[in-house]
């Protein structure tokens, strides 16, 4: 799924896995590959460097 990961309808739960285009968001500062990591703030993790996130 290629998304904005903070649009409504995509739910944080670990294993959740997206191509987010908003790079914006957090610290992701790119866009790319996401893993959820859970349901909290942050939980969203840049693939490739999990210290970005949102």
């Known amino acids: 799924m290629f ?3 903070s649009a409504t309808g995509i739910a944080r739960a670990t294993g959740n896995f997206c191509y987010n285009t908003n790079a914006a968001l957090g610290t992701l500062g790119a ?3 996401v893993t ?3 349901t909290a703030a942050n939980s969203w993790r840049l693939l490739g460097d999990t210290t970005k996130q949102y």
Request: overall charge negative.
């Open 31 to 33: 866009a790319g590959p």
């Open 36 to 38: 959820c990591q859970g």
């Open 3 to 5: 998304d904005d990961v």
